[in-house]
């Protein structure tokens, strides 16, 4: 089982941002593949999520409005949108996996329902 996230980079405040988490090594149809992100000195924090078989979404409120999540199941990855950039989003962000069967909406933000874990991409946002 393999995550590979990818896409950060430095984006002006007020940018955009597209972030990829490829899967493989597993079907990704009964799994649901978050993101969260973790700034220097700081927890890992949850950001969002999607259920790949229902396509149902969750979102932290601090990014709500800002943050889009999506999937090509085709090719087995999921992508975060992250617009209207702000200095607070600066962060390494990774994905991860675990089974849709296995979390619910109350247990989305706990790192430790988590089961695989990609290895992080970095987002600089320049104020």
């Known amino acids: 089982v393999q995550l590979q996230a990818s896409g950060g980079g430095l984006v002006q405040a007020g940018g955009s941002l597209r972030l990829s988490c490829a899967a493989s090594?597993?079907?990704?149809?009964?799994?649901?593949i978050g993101w969260f992100r973790q700034a220097p000195g700081k927890e890992r924090d949850f950001v969002s999520s999607?259920?790949?078989?229902?396509?149902?979404?969750y979102y932290a409120d601090s990014v709500k409005g800002r943050f889009t999540i999506s999937s090509d199941n085709a090719k087995s990855t999921v992508f975060l949108q992250i617009d209207s950039l702000k200095p607070a989003d600066a962060a390494t962000y990774y994905c991860?996996?675990?089974?849709?069967?296995?979390?619910?909406?109350?247990?989305?933000?706990?790192?430790?329902?988590?089961?695989?874990w990609g290895q992080g991409t970095l987002v600089t946002v320049s104020s």
């Open positions: 991860a996996a675990v089974k849709s069967s296995a979390i619910s909406r109350t247990t989305m933000d706990l790192r430790i329902m988590w089961d695989y």
């Open positions: 090594g597993f079907s990704v149809d009964d799994y649901t």
């Open positions: 999607m259920s790949i078989n229902t396509g149902r979404t």
